[in-house]
Every structure is written in C-alpha cells, then in structure tokens.
C-alpha cells in the first residue's frame, strides 16, 4: 500500500532561517507530488505540484522554492524565512486525477 | 481566477439536528472533493464527486454535486459528536494537477 512520509512534524526557525521540509512517497511510481499551507484560520493553498523528477510548477510567488531531485522526494525550501511563512505545510500525492493524499504536515513557526 | 466559497464558515450545531454546507465554485468543473481536517491533523478524503448529479453517501454524510449550478452540499443527517472537525471541498480545475480549496467550515456539534 501507499504511504507518504512527512517531517519534521513541527519546527520552530527565527526570522531569516534557513528551511528544508522533506516528503516521500512510497508504494507508488512517478506520483504528482504537491506541497499546500495552511495559515491560522484560513484555507489551503497551492504552493508547488511536481509532476515528474525536476519539474516543478509554481503557484504563488514567495521566498519558498521547491525541488523533486527523485521520483519519490519532494522538498520545500527557503534561504531566510519570513514571519508570514508562518503556517501548516501539507505535502501531498496523487497517481490518477481523481483525488490527492496528505502527510501529516508540518507546523512552522517562524518566531 | 477560480473561487472557491463555502458557507457557512463556522457552524455549532446540537446532535441529532440535521444540515447542510455549501460549496460554491466560479468556474467550470466537474471534479470536486470533501475532505475532512480534525484539529491539528492532516486531511482526510471524503468523497470525490466526478459528474453532474453525483451523489455519495457514507453514514451520516452525504455529498452531491451540480455542475450546471457550480453547486456542491455536504449533508449531516442527525449529527453526533465525532463530526466536530472542519470540512473543505475542493475544485478540479487543471486537468487533475491541481486543486483549490475552500476556506473550510468547521463544525461543532454539541450535545
């Protein structure tokens, strides 16, 4: 069966701070791969989806960037964190067009 | 730009009542998910909706979907506790690389 890999659970980085978010996959070949937030209170939003080893689409412009270096790897990254990167991070897969499954997530909070 | 709007927002509820939430969308579609999100925890799928008229149901919740109306409800018949968490539909709107959220409604039944 599949499963998906996310960490850390919970990370707490001051202002300027590096990132790095890691999410696998297993149980599955060539997924599409997608990192979500979540701000207190609101709703997900679309960050980066991957479909394939190297290709990254970017939904909303901001200091993150993200990277598929395997096929089953996804990872989100920033050089200095901003307050406003506070969030709920959520990595997620899917193999058909028909639904996505979620990590566990990740609580930043940048201080 | 898609919108995704569901009302209401916030809904306390007492069990054993019965209602509906509300999901709208501005463009066309014919794909949308219910998920479920318990406090502090990742998403859960509830039901994927892939055609005008579709209607799924399991347990207390039945969802249906009216693409003409861009129109999605979540049904909770005689709610019991265990329901308190926050509902999001989601919209397909990228050939199922993508999708876009809701702000969510976040229920709370009480006795």
């Known amino acids: 069966s599949q499963t998906i890999h996310q960490w850390p659970a919970t990370l707490v980085q001051p202002v300027g701070s590096p990132l790095s978010l890691e999410c696998t996959v297993e149980?599955?070949?060539?997924?599409?791969l997608y990192w979500y937030r979540q701000a207190a209170g609101r709703g997900l939003q679309l960050l980066f989806y991957s479909v394939g080893i190297g290709q990254i689409s970017s939904e909303v412009p901001q200091n993150l960037s993200a990277s598929r270096p395997q096929d089953r790897q996804f990872i989100l990254s920033s050089k200095k964190l901003l307050l406003s990167d506070s969030g709920f991070y959520l990595c997620a897969w899917s193999v058909s067009e028909v639904k996505l499954f979620f990590g566990s997530g990740t609580q930043l909070s940048v201080l | 730009e898609l919108k995704v709007e569901q009302n209401p927002l916030f809904l306390s509820m007492q069990e054993g009542k019965n209602y509906t939430i509300y999901c709208n969308y501005s463009?066309?579609?014919?794909?949308l998910y219910w998920y479920r999100q318990d406090p502090g925890k990742s998403l859960e799928s509830l039901f994927v909706l892939l055609s005008n008229g579709a209607v799924k149901q399991e347990g207390r919740l039945m969802a249906s979907l009216d693409t003409k109306a861009r129109l999605s409800t979540l049904h909770i018949t005689a709610a019991v506790h265990d329901l308190s968490a926050t509902y999001f539909c989601?919209?397909?709107?990228?050939?199922?690389?993508?999708?876009?959220f809701g702000k969510g409604t976040s229920l709370l039944v009480t006795p």
């Open positions: 463009t066309t579609s014919d794909r």
């Open positions: 149980g599955t070949s060539n997924p599409n």
């Open positions: 989601a919209v397909d709107v990228n050939s199922g690389y993508a999708l876009n």
